[in-house]
């Protein structure tokens, strides 16, 4: 079984030259995030990549994610600030920020507590309206823009957002063969994705939530195939589970006969850094002992200093499981001379 290569285009690869090494490296998908990815630039990266390489296309939806709008910079919420949430798309000042998508502010009650990329800042609403809410800080922190928000209680949205319905349909008129179908909460919003996308198209539904693990069954049952994203899950069951939580996934998703690739994390230290760390090595030969069928470089290839050199990684990594029977390490192990003393 070929372990399968899935890349992440954005600012660091969205280039010719890096598009076309990584398709010499015979990577299997390149991914378009829209949840960064604004709804005008799809046909263009499209156009792009088409222009250097065959490699299929996966258009990834932003799903029923709250995000905060544009931001100069980081800024530093105070504790006990008062801020004005808004659907209207501005810049922040601190004073005021934008969330989005729109229809958020329909679901928000007042006590409901947000936080702001998770690790940032944590504020209580205390007020709204339409279109609006006033909230106050209660857990100092940084923000930043197009940062994810999470709501608690969490609020019910769509499983497509107005910006994923759009590009389904450049999807579909480009020939786009793969979507990825981000919060996957039931077998129902595979359904949803399946009836708009082309006739054979693959599937790809992800598992972040906890309504997701909840429903993996189904969610494998519906989908082509499964894609587990340790950070958004990470932010909603306890960290030491997650990887336990990856483990029975896949087994579930061989049960089923259903591929299932891992992101998030995998070469972390490599967005900044030239080599990765033990611990990530380590990380990667247990996710293929796992049973995994590919292995998806996010933050690496999409704005990493070296998307290439990321995926030569992985390919060694892969290359090392490939040949790591017990006999082979351990008869090279006792063939190899005595270190002196």
């Not at 609403?125 to 999470?150: C, E, F, Y």
């Not at 389904?168 to 179908?181: K, N, Q, V």
């Not at 598992?207 to 894609?227: F, K, M, P």
């Not at 972390?268 to 760390?277: A, F, I, K, N, R």
Request: glycine share 8%.
């Amino acid at each position: 079984m070929k372990i399968a290569i899935l890349c992440t285009l954005g600012p660091a690869s969205l280039d010719p030259e890096t598009i076309r090494g990584l398709d010499e490296r015979h990577v299997d998908l390149f991914r378009i995030n829209l949840s960064h990815t604004p709804i005008e630039s799809v046909e263009p990266i499209i156009d792009l990549v088409r222009s250097v390489s065959q490699t299929p296309i996966c258009l990834d939806s932003e799903g029923p994610q709250v995000r905060c709008g544009f931001v100069e910079g980081q800024i530093h919420l105070e504790a006990g600030a008062r801020v004005r949430l808004s659907a209207e798309k501005i810049t922040s000042t601190g004073r005021e920020l934008t969330l989005w998508p729109a229809s958020i502010f329909d679901a928000l009650r007042v006590g409901d507590r947000v936080g702001i990329d998770f690790h940032g800042a944590g504020l209580r609403v205390t007020a709204v309206g339409p279109g609006t809410a006033d909230a106050v800080v209660v857990a100092a922190g940084k923000i930043a823009s197009n940062k994810a928000v999470k709501i608690d209680p969490p609020p019910v949205l769509p499983a497509l957002s107005e910006k994923d319905l759009l590009a389904i349909e450049i999807g579909a008129r480009r020939g786009i063969t793969h979507y990825a179908l981000s919060f996957a909460s039931g077998a129902h919003d595979v359904d949803s994705l399946r009836a708009l996308t082309p006739a054979g198209a693959v599937i790809i539904a992800k598992i972040e939530s906890r309504v997701g693990v909840q429903n993996v069954d189904g969610i494998i049952g519906a989908a082509d195939a499964i894609l587990i994203d340790r950070g958004d899950l990470s932010h909603e069951v306890a960290l030491e589970q997650v990887p336990y939580y990856q483990k029975a996934i896949v087994r579930r998703a061989n049960r089923g006969n259903r591929r299932v690739y891992v992101a998030t994390n995998l070469l972390e230290s490599m967005v900044t850094g030239t080599m990765p760390t033990l611990a990530e090595a380590n990380d990667i030969a247990n996710t293929l002992l796992d049973g995994v069928h590919g292995l998806v470089l996010a933050a690496e290839t999409a704005v990493g200093i070296n998307p290439i050199g990321s995926v030569d990684i992985v390919l060694r990594a892969i290359e090392a499981f490939e040949q790591s029977g017990d006999r082979q390490l351990l008869t090279e192990d006792r063939d190899a001379p005595t270190p002196a003393r």
